[in-house]
């Protein structure tokens, strides 16, 4: 272990004792994507003993760019993305244990997935999964860590239920179809994915390292391109969190979230999710120019990236023709709408 880690326990904020609290931890990162390939990379070099992944995806071409565990041969082998990072990963480190599960993260399997755990890492491309994570480790009292890339900026925010704020406390409501961007409309540059990345991993080896008192306690942003840092106070005003002050997990008890349904005989797919103020088409179809055909009216957008056909109506309801696989329209739907 010693020559392994000699570097890190020379550390005074690790030190061999550190080291050993570190090979005994265990983490669960959710999503396997830029973010999640650079995290899982990172814990399994700094010898934490348990890395579960937890990714529903496959790798394609464009992930090359920025997902650093994946490679060509990775694509020609079919594989889904928790397979490849943990295959990589154990080349890596073979003395610790990586665990893939290849899954969607949903209300009735999270709770099993990370009961056991010491923390969960957001690698995810969603609000409403982010929401579900902050149901379910304020529930059972696990620290997280939110984490979130778009373009050339990100944030991150390390959240620990009954001391700082949850997630619901400084981002009270989903935010509606289409009205943020995605990595797949308006790109994403690896730099920026890296770095917050990093910031989220530091923060988790404070935690378990057992050294919270040297968490940031902020909100943190950061822009690569323009060299901009903020931190920003989070702090729990007087009205009630649903989430942390009076338990309420509507995600987690499936009482809000998105709810799909094939289509049958139409070979698609319908997303409804929660409940939105109204789509604007006309925001929504700017981002979308760059990546495929769209049109629309007062009433509809369609956008075309072959071979899918999305049909988004004005409450953010939207059918994905091309599919019938639920899992892949949610896919699509978060890499082109998202929530």
């Known amino acids: ?79 889904p993305k928790a397979i490849a990072a943990a295959e990589r990963l154990m080349l890596i480190n073979s003395e610790i244990t990586v665990e893939p599960v290849v899954a969607d993260l949903t209300a009735e399997n999270i709770e099993r997935i990370i009961k056991d755990t010491d923390i969960v890492l957001d690698g995810t491309d969603n609000f409403e999964t982010r929401f579900l994570i902050n149901d379910a480790c304020v529930k059972l009292g696990i620290p997280w860590i939110y984490g979130g890339v778009v373009a050339t900026y990100g944030m991150s925010f390390t959240i620990i239920p009954g001391t700082t704020p949850c997630l619901k406390c400084f981002i009270t409501e989903l935010p509606g179809p289409g009205s943020t961007p995605t990595c797949d409309t308006v790109g994403v540059l690896g730099t920026a994915v890296n770095t917050v990345a990093s910031i989220e991993v530091t923060e988790a080896l404070k935690i378990l390292l057992g050294k919270q008192d040297a968490l940031i306690r902020k909100l943190i ?85 072959e071979p899918y056909e999305f049909t988004v109506f004005p409450d953010g309801r939207t059918i994905i023709k091309g599919t019938m696989d639920e899992s892949m329209a949610k896919t699509l739907f978060s890499k082109y709408i998202g929530v």
Do not use: H
């Not at 890190?8 to 090979?23: D, F, M, S, T, V």
């Not at 709810?259 to 409940?275: D, E, T, Y």
């Open 1 to 79: 272990m010693t020559d392994r880690y000699f570097k890190q326990i020379l550390l005074a904020e690790i030190g061999e004792e550190g080291q050993k609290r570190l090979n005994g931890a265990s983490a669960v990162i959710a999503g396997c994507g830029g973010l999640g390939t650079v995290i899982a990379s990172s814990l399994v070099r700094f010898g934490v003993g348990k890395v579960t992944i937890v990714d529903r995806d496959f790798i394609e071409l464009d992930n090359l760019a920025r997902q650093v565990l994946f490679d060509e041969e990775d694509i020609r082998r079919g594989l």
């Open 221 to 305: 942003y950061v822009d690569v391109w323009y060299g901009t840092w903020n931190l920003f106070e989070l702090k729990k005003d007087e009205k009630r969190c649903p989430v942390c002050d009076d338990r309420q997990f509507a995600f987690l008890e499936k009482k809000k979230g998105t709810r799909l349904a094939s289509l049958c005989g139409q070979n698609a797919v319908q997303i409804s999710p929660p409940a939105a103020t109204g789509v604007l088409f006309k925001e929504l179809a700017s981002r979308l120019a760059s990546s495929g055909k769209v049109s629309y009216n007062d009433y509809m957008l369609r956008f075309t990236i």
